[in-house]
C-alpha cells in the first residue's frame, strides 16, 4: 500500500510535467550570403557636344546586409565622395569629370507588374557552371517568388540555341504567377543543369516581347541574367529588339554576370535597358545576386529610392566625343564589411533614347 | 491535455473491472528510422533551397525512452498506460542533394534531434500461453508532447560529420511535422515471462492535416519490467 502511494505521487508528478513545455522561437530564414550592389536605372545626356557631355545618373544602391533577415535595404547615407569619377588620358589629351550635385530622391509610386524573367542557359563561351558554381541564383531566384508582395505577375523562362532545353526559350510556368508556386520552383530547379548551346538572346527576346505584346499591364518588362553574346545565328537583332520593345511599351531589364571582358558585347548590354528604359545591374561577383532578386520585387514596383547624379563630362583637344560615348562610376559603399565599392559601366548618347 | 485527461478517465473504468493491476517500468532503446517521402524533390521551409532526397531513406541512432508503466489484465488481453520521456539525441538524418554545376549534386546531411514526452496507451494480447515465455502482440496510440526548446537541427556535408555548417536549421523539421504535438501509431511483437518482458516496436506518426504528407517511423526495442502485486488480485484470477 504504501508503495502504491509513492508510486502514485512519481505517477502524477510526471503527469504535472506534461502540461509545461517550452515553446521555441522559430527558426530565422536562411538567406544565402549577400554582397552590396548598384542599380542603374537611367544614364542621361542632356547636353551632348564634341567636346562637352552634361549627364545625369540615377542610380539606387542596395546593401547586402547578411546580419538581418531583411531582404533589401537601401544605402540612405552615402555622401558624395562615395561616387567617383577617375580622370584619364585619352590619345595624349585629358578626360575629366566634374560632378554638379549629387541628390538623394525617390519617386515611389508603386505600381503592378508583369515581368518576364529570362535566364541565359548558353555555356559557350561562358556558362552558370563558371561562374555560379554553388547555384547562388537558384536560391536568389525562388527567393523573389517566396516573397512576391502580388503586386506583380510573373514569367520565368531559360533560353539557349541547341543546348539541353526543349526549344530556344523554355518556361517554367506556362500561366503568369502572383505568388510562389511549386510546380515553377521545381521546373526552375531543373534549369539548374540544363546549361548548353549558343545564346539565342535577340531571337529569344523577339519571341518574349510577341507573347507579352497584348498584355494590357503599363509596367511590362522584361529581366534578363545575361552572360554571353549573341550567337549572331538568328533572324533578330538588337536593333530590331529594341525597337519591337519601345513599341510594345516593354523595358528590358539587363543583370549582367560575366568572368572574363572579352566576351563581353558591351553595346548590347547597355544599349537593351539604356533605349528601352530598363535598368542595368552589372554584377562584379555572384553573391550580388541574392541582393538583387530578393530586392527586385521593390524594384519592379517602383519602391526604391535613387541618387540623382548631375556630371559634366570635358574631353580635350583634338579629341572630340562621337555619337555615343562609353565610360563608367564606382560607388564606394560606407562602412560596408564585406564589398569596398562596385564599378558600374554605362553608356551616354547624343540622341538619347531613340 | 485534455487527450490525456480524457484517457485516464476511460482508462480508470478499466481498473475498475480488470483482474490485476501492475505497475512498473518500460524503456525503449536505439532507433532505425524510415522516412518516406511522397515526392523526390523538398522545398526548405526557412531557406530558399530545394533539395532532391531519396523517397525511401533509412538511418540508425542512439534513442532512449523510458517511461512508468501501469497494465490492466483480463485474461489473456491487457491494458497498458505507459507515461514517460523520450529523447532522440543522436539525430535522424536524411541525405539531402542540391544541385549546382557540371551536371553535378552536392550533398548535405540534416541531423535532426528531437525530445519529449510520450504518454502510450496500449492493448496488449497473449498470442501463447505457455508457462514460461509467451509470445504477445501490442497495439497502441503513443502522443507526443515534443519539448520544442530542445529539437534541433544541423546540416553538415558527411553523414558522421558533428561539426554542422549552421545551427538553429529547419530544413526538415518541419518538413516532418516535428514542430507541434503529434500521435503515433504502435505495432509490437515480443515475449513476456513473468516480471519481464522484451520485444521490437514499431512506432509510426500519424500526420495532421497541415504536415506536408512526408511520413515518419522507427523500430525500436522494448524491455518492460512489473511488479506483480499478488494483493491487488481481485475476483476470481480467469486462468487457461
Redesign the interface.
Known amino acids: 500500500m504504501k508503495y502504491r502511494r509513492t508510486y502514485y505521487v512519481f505517477y502524477f508528478i510526471l503527469l504535472f510535467f506534461l502540461a509545461v513545455s517550452c515553446r521555441k522561437k522559430e527558426a530565422d530564414t536562411q538567406l544565402p550570403w549577400r554582397y552590396d550592389v548598384p542599380v542603374l536605372y537611367s544614364a542621361d545626356a542632356y547636353d551632348y557636344t564634341l567636346r562637352q557631355i552634361d549627364f545625369q545618373l540615377k542610380l539606387a544602391v542596395l546593401r547586402g546586409n547578411n546580419k538581418t533577415e531583411e531582404a533589401i535595404e537601401e544605402y540612405i547615407n552615402i555622401s558624395d565622395t562615395s561616387f567617383k569619377f577617375e580622370d584619364y588620358i585619352f590619345n595624349g589629351g585629358w578626360v575629366r569629370f566634374m560632378k554638379n550635385s549629387v541628390s538623394y530622391e525617390g519617386n515611389i509610386v508603386a505600381v503592378p507588374y508583369f515581368t518576364s524573367i529570362m535566364l541565359d542557359q548558353s555555356a559557350i563561351p561562358e556558362s552558370f557552371d563558371i561562374n555560379d558554381k554553388m547555384n547562388q541564383r537558384y536560391q536568389a531566384i525562388n527567393g523573389f517568388l517566396n516573397r512576391l508582395s502580388g503586386d506583380g505577375e510573373v514569367l520565368i523562362s531559360g533560353f539557349a540555341r541547341n543546348g539541353k532545353l526543349s526549344g530556344n526559350i523554355e518556361f517554367c510556368n506556362s500561366d503568369p504567377i502572383l505568388t510562389w508556386d511549386k510546380a515553377t520552383a521545381l521546373n526552375l530547379l531543373e534549369l539548374t543543369h540544363k546549361t548548353g548551346g549558343t545564346s539565342c538572346l535577340f531571337d529569344a527576346l523577339n519571341d518574349m516581347l510577341d507573347y507579352m505584346g497584348n498584355i494590357p499591364v503599363q509596367n511590362k518588362s522584361i529581366v534578363v541574367l545575361l552572360m554571353n553574346k549573341d550567337d549572331s545565328l538568328g533572324t533578330s537583332t538588337l536593333e530590331s529588339v529594341i525597337q519591337k520593345a519601345k513599341a510594345n511599351n516593354t523595358k528590358i531589364n539587363v543583370i549582367w554576370l560575366i568572368d572574363n571582358w572579352n566576351y563581353v558585347d558591351f553595346t548590347t548590354f547597355t544599349e537593351l535597358p539604356a533605349r528601352t528604359g530598363g535598368f542595368l545591374i552589372y554584377m562584379g561577383d555572384i553573391y550580388q545576386v541574392s541582393t538583387i532578386f530578393y530586392g527586385l520585387d521593390k524594384i519592379l514596383t517602383n519602391k526604391v529610392n535613387y541618387y540623382k547624379l548631375d556630371v559634366k563630362l570635358t574631353i580635350d583637344s583634338p579629341n572630340y566625343f562621337l555619337d555615343s560615348y562609353r565610360t563608367g562610376v564606382k560607388i564606394y559603399y560606407p562602412n560596408s564589411s564585406y564589398y569596398k565599392w562596385s564599378f558600374i559601366p554605362f553608356k551616354l548618347f547624343k540622341n538619347a533614347r531613340d | ?1 485534455r487527450k ?1 485527461i480524457l484517457f485516464f478517465l476511460v482508462f480508470s473504468q478499466f481498473i475498475a473491472v480488470g483482474q490485476r493491476l501492475n ?1 512498473g517500468l518500460s524503456f525503449n532503446l536505439m532507433s532505425l528510422y524510415h522516412s518516406y517521402f511522397k515526392e523526390d ?1 523538398v ?1 526548405a521551409k ?5 533539395y532532391y532526397v531519396n523517397k525511401n531513406q533509412f538511418s540508425f541512432g542512439t534513442s532512449f525512452q523510458y517511461s ?1 508503466l ?1 497494465n490492466v489484465d483480463f485474461g489473456r488481453y491487457s491494458v497498458s498506460a505507459e ?2 520521456y523520450f529523447t532522440q539525441s543522436d539525430g535522424l538524418k536524411t541525405k539531402l542533394s ?6 553535378d549534386l ?1 550533398d548535405f546531411y540534416s541531423k535532426v534531434s528531437y525530445m ?2 510520450q ?1 502510450s496507451p496500449v492493448f496488449n494480447y497473449l498470442l501463447t500461453n505457455k508457462r514460461q515465455l509467451r509470445l504477445y502482440g501490442e497495439i497502441g496510440f503513443p502522443y507526443m ?7 534541433r537541427e544541423k546540416i553538415a556535408s558527411g553523414p558522421k560529420s558533428d561539426a554542422g555548417y ?1 545551427s ?3 530544413e526538415m ?1 518541419t518538413e516532418y511535422g516535428l514542430k507541434h504535438d503529434y500521435f503515433n501509431v504502435l505495432l509490437g511483437v515480443g515475449y513476456k515471462m513473468s516480471i519481464l518482458s522484451f520485444g521490437v516496436r514499431y512506432i509510426h506518426k500519424i500526420n495532421s492535416r497541415s504536415d506536408t504528407g512526408t511520413s515518419l517511423g522507427y523500430l525500436t526495442l522494448n524491455i518492460s519490467v512489473s511488479a506483480n ?1 499478488s494483493k491487488l488480485k481481485k475476483h476470481n484470477i480467469y486462468i487457461e
Not at chain 2, 145 to 151: K, R
Open positions: 491535455m490525456i505497475f524533390v522545398f526557412h531557406s530558399y533551397r530545394a512508468f501501469t507515461l514517460g542540391y544541385p549546382i554545376a557540371n551536371n552536392y519529449g514526452y504518454f508532447l515534443l519539448n520544442e526548446s530542445l529539437s549552421w538553429n536549421q529547419d523539421l502485486f
